[in-house]
């Protein structure tokens, strides 16, 4: 999330397609290299927070989680491209972060997993049973691997993770 986060934040692409309503997923020229940029503009400053605070970057997600101060923990996976500088490359402290995480923030009302199967899974199995669970990803299998593995809490969504996130920021909006 957080590098598509920024990438759109920065160029208004995601993985060089524009986002735009009106260009209708229109591939940009040079657009595929938006994604690295936007990682690299990040390592650049340090961290998000720090893209944060100089002015780099102004909106989307991971802006706002930073500007509340909302914790996040972002665990890398081996096709990361980057990563970001504030990605846990290595996969157990990530882990562990996430249990901290949660452990610290006490079990969250809700949670949103999106579009990525692996930590999808990962994050639902860390989750209490009293955790709310949304899972939107295009791939069907996703929702079922999570709930076969014994998370009953979990509601799936078949849906692009970008148009079930423009949905339901207009629905907050509103």
Do not use: W
């Not at 665990?75 to 996430?98: H, N, Y």
């Not at 610290?104 to 579009?115: C, N, S």
């Amino acid at each position: 999330l957080a590098a598509h986060d920024i990438e759109s934040a920065l160029y208004g692409t995601s993985l060089g397609v524009s986002l735009d309503a009106g260009s209708e997923g229109a591939a940009l020229e040079h657009g595929h290299e938006h994604h690295l940029r936007a990682i690299n503009t990040i390592r650049g400053c340090g961290s998000i927070a720090a893209a944060v605070e100089c002015g780099v970057l102004r909106r989307g997600v991971m802006y706002e989680c930073v500007v509340n101060r909302v914790p996040f923990v972002l665990a890398g996976s081996i096709r990361d491209d980057g990563p970001l500088p504030d990605v846990i490359t290595d996969t157990v402290e990530a882990q562990r972060a996430m249990r901290r995480q949660i452990a610290a923030g006490g079990a969250p009302a809700l949670a949103l997993l999106m579009g990525t199967t692996l930590h999808a899974i990962a994050v639902g199995n860390l989750l209490p049973a009293s955790t709310l669970t949304v899972c939107v990803d295009i791939n069907p299998a996703v929702v079922t691997k999570l709930l076969d593995r014994g998370s009953l809490q979990t509601a799936g969504l078949v849906i692009d993770a970008g148009g079930f996130l423009r949905e339901l920021a207009q629905q907050l909006a509103e």
